[in-house]
Structures are given as C-alpha cells and as structure tokens.
C-alpha cells in the first residue's frame, strides 16, 4: 500500500498551496482519508478529514473557513486546499488512511501513511 503526497513548498503568509495524495485502491476503497500535520518540536496532529464517499468533512478548529478536503474517487486522490495560510501552518503534512469509511478526528483510526509533505509558511 502507498499514498504520494506531493504540493508542499514555501509560500509567504496569506499565500495558497494544494496538497494532493494519491493511493492505491486497494488502499483507499470504501475508506476515509485524512490529513494530519506535525510542526517544530510538536506533537502530530488531525487537520482534515473526509469520508469514503467524499462527505461528511471534518476540520481542526484552527483551519476551519481556510482549509478545504476533497476526494477524486476515480482518481484515488484526496486533495487539501489551503487558503489564507499562516506561519503557524507550517509543518510536514501527511495523508492516511482510515480503517473507517467515516472520517475521524482520532490517529489511531488511521492504519496506512504517507511519506509527509513540508509546508513552510513565511511571515
């Protein structure tokens, strides 16, 4: 199983950047998928997430109104917009998958990742 995030890069405060992660099928059917994150020296934490059907968003409170999840069922892709972005956004991002079809919050939920990609927000 493999999920290829890719999207990341440097972009000044305000700026926008789209994540994208791709998996196999087998790795994303009839599952949810989410993004998480992890800055300097910080705990990893939940981002986004989406269901197996592309619904039901869910969004950590410190994104909501800026960041957007979506899903390409065709394409086994899941995508993270991200708008208005802060210095504090900054960290490497990562994809997963969830052993659920509905989205969850929770990391433990999640069996399969991606590598990360690092998003470093200058101010």
């Known amino acids: 199983v493999q999920l290829q995030a890719s999207g990341g890069g440097l972009v000044q405060a305000g700026g926008s950047l789209r994540l994208s992660c791709t998996t196999s099928?087998?790795?994303?059917?009839?599952?949810?998928m989410g993004w998480f994150r992890q800055g300097p020296g910080k705990e990893r934490e939940f981002v986004a997430a989406?269901?197996?059907?592309?619904?039901?968003?869910k969004y950590t409170e410190s994104v909501k109104g800026r960041f957007t999840i979506s899903r390409d069922i065709v394409k086994n892709t899941v995508y993270l917009q991200m708008n208005s972005l802060k210095p504090e956004d900054t960290a490497v991002y990562y994809c997963?998958?969830?052993?659920?079809?509905?989205?969850?919050?929770?990391?433990?939920?999640?069996?399969?990742w991606g590598q990360g990609t690092q998003v470093t927000v200058s101010s």
């Open positions: 989406i269901g197996w059907k592309g619904d039901n968003p």
């Open positions: 997963a998958v969830s052993r659920s079809p509905v989205a969850t919050m929770t990391p433990s939920t999640y069996n399969y």
């Open positions: 099928r087998r790795a994303s059917s009839n599952n949810a």
